[in-house]
């Protein structure tokens, strides 16, 4: 390791900045002596993982050549020898370098630090300590490192193997400097990969049922699909304001009128709410329609698309997740609104008061100020997250939402005080929600009625009134089957992760300072 580089150890302001004139003083030498700080391109042969692969053991001292590039992990100079670890992001290689071998090139080495970048060609070896290494045939900088990745310094725990101090550890800092906890955290890069690969998946899966992936405005004159406040802008040219979207719902039906029968988009929705474990303002939402079905279809698809993944990025369908056995074999488990609460309380939704689920959930410790102005639908939908849905845990169907927690939603074929709606819970957590899509527009009209009712009321996340869909459901949409899925709470579930902020790249944060 260079003098002056603390190794990613925690260091002070002083100490730091001291490290930072020092690593300004190695790039200003660099460059008087005609050597680049950053260079422009380099030709890699192979990545580090794919390199050691590429050596064979009959090889001995005549390996392959190869080229390599990466940060430098690792720097042990021994005079006229140097050895260090080049790190890219399929892994480690080891370098070994030569003065009599790289001439006045070798001279650079000394103003190098961990985490520059390098390029190195030369020929695969086996060290006496078993080592695949390149014998170093030419060195080029790539990139100076100015400032110290916070790597951590790792010592021999004996027994209980290595321990690493002072690295990147506090979760404000690493969410903020996503980029260097992606740097120094391999196993955090993996859980981005995996995300990425958990999507591709999910794309091939809805594409081979003739889905068509499309796009729908981010920017909207009328919010809605959810309940949920929205982001407000302002756009100057036609002066007026607009909404971040909600949700997709609205204009993904609107193609369904339109004749595309089988449509989904996977976008960012933003919701102007609080952020939680499971909550972030901006968050990435799959969404689906299918002319011709209804939330039976919607649940097939639904229980093919979560087993799928699960198998395609784990391997298996029973995963150890929240303290127990996860079981992703479809059926899946299936329990209705009114019942499941009935089962676990004993109150029937149908005909309890808004008192008596007051009282409920009051005896079940829930005493926020606002129960007193909650009613109707929000009282139904607090009781049931209060007794029921703790306790869904293995992946389960609730079927049958009461109407008024559902304006979207076809009323149920068989009570018309219900709704054909479902969301799927796991671990206790939601993490899809689908209908049978109303498409009657006068009943459209009279449920738009009824949210405008309940925001004068007092509700602020209730659904506008959109004339313009009800335009586009009284040109004919067909009976629909849709879906919405949360991509970012599926991936905590893959990934075991336990944040939101965990499986987005860069989460909402406050300003520093």
Not at 215 to 235: C, D, I
Not at 279 to 304: I, K, R, S
Not at 411 to 419: F, G, I, K, V, Y
């Amino acid at each position: 390791m260079n003098a002056g580089d603390p190794g990613g150890v925690r260091v002070s302001e002083e100490e730091r900045s001291f490290v930072e004139a020092a690593r300004r003083e190695k790039r200003a030498a660099l460059e008087a002596a005609g050597v680049p700080a950053f260079a422009y391109r380099f030709e890699r042969s192979h990545r580090a993982a794919d390199a050691v692969e590429a050596y064979q053991d009959d090889m001995g001292e005549n390996g392959p050549e190869v080229a390599v590039a990466g940060r430098i992990a690792e720097l042990r100079s021994h005079g006229k020898t140097t050895f260090l670890k080049l790190e890219d992001g399929s892994g480690r290689i080891q370098i070994y370098l030569r003065r009599d071998q790289l001439g006045d090139a070798y001279d650079v080495l000394t103003h190098l630090d961990l985490d520059d970048h390098v390029g190195v060609a030369g020929r695969l070896f086996r060290t006496r300590t078993g080592e695949v290494t390149v014998r170093a045939g030419s060195l080029t900088l790539l990139s100076k490192s100015l400032r110290p990745l916070p790597r951590g310094k790792t010592q021999d725990g004996g027994a209980d193997g290595s321990v690493t101090y002072g690295g990147l550890s506090d979760p404000e800092v690493r969410y903020r400097q996503r980029y260097a906890d992606l740097a120094v955290h391999r196993e955090v890069r993996a859980v981005f990969q995996l995300r990425a690969r958990a999507i591709g998946w999910i794309r091939r899966y809805l594409d081979d049922l003739g889905f068509l992936e499309v796009e729908t405005p981010v920017l909207q004159p009328l919010y809605g699909g959810a309940a949920a406040r929205p982001f407000t802008t302002h756009h100057n040219a036609l002066d007026m304001p607009l909404y971040l979207r909600i949700a997709d719902e609205l204009y993904l039906k609107r193609l369904l009128v339109g004749g595309l029968e089988r449509v989904y988009e996977i976008g960012h929705d933003f919701r102007n709410e609080g952020m939680d474990r499971t909550h972030n303002p901006e968050f990435t939402m799959l969404e689906a329609y299918q002319a011709y079905g209804d939330y039976h279809d919607m649940m097939a698809l639904v229980e093919g698309l979560v087993s799928g993944v699960i198998q395609e990025c784990l391997g298996t369908l029973r995963i150890e997740r929240y303290g127990t056995t996860l079981d992703f074999t479809p059926p899946f488990a299936r329990i209705q609104f009114i019942e499941g609460v009935r089962e676990r309380c004993g109150l029937d939704l149908r005909t309890a008061t808004d008192e008596e689920m007051r009282a409920l959930l009051r005896s079940r410790g829930n005493a926020g100020e606002d129960l007193a102005t909650l009613t109707g639908g929000r009282l139904q939908d607090e009781v049931f997250k209060t007794v029921l849905e703790p306790h869904l845990v293995q992946p389960t169907f609730v079927l049958d939402y009461p109407k008024p927690l559902s304006p979207l939603a076809k009323e149920h074929r068989d009570d018309p005080a219900l709704t054909e709606r479902f969301e799927l819970f796991v671990g206790a957590r939601e993490l899809a929600n689908a209908f049978s899509e109303l498409n009657d527009p006068d009943d459209q009209r009279r449920r738009f009625e009824d949210q405008v009712r309940q925001r004068a009321a007092g509700n602020e996340e209730t659904q506008p009134h959109d004339m313009d869909y009800i335009r586009a459901l009284e040109y004919g949409m067909p009976p629909a089957g849709g879906v919405g899925i949360g991509i970012d709470r599926l991936i905590m579930l893959i990934a075991d992760q336990p944040s939101i902020r965990d499986v987005i790249l860069f989460p909402a944060m406050r300003p520093e300072g």
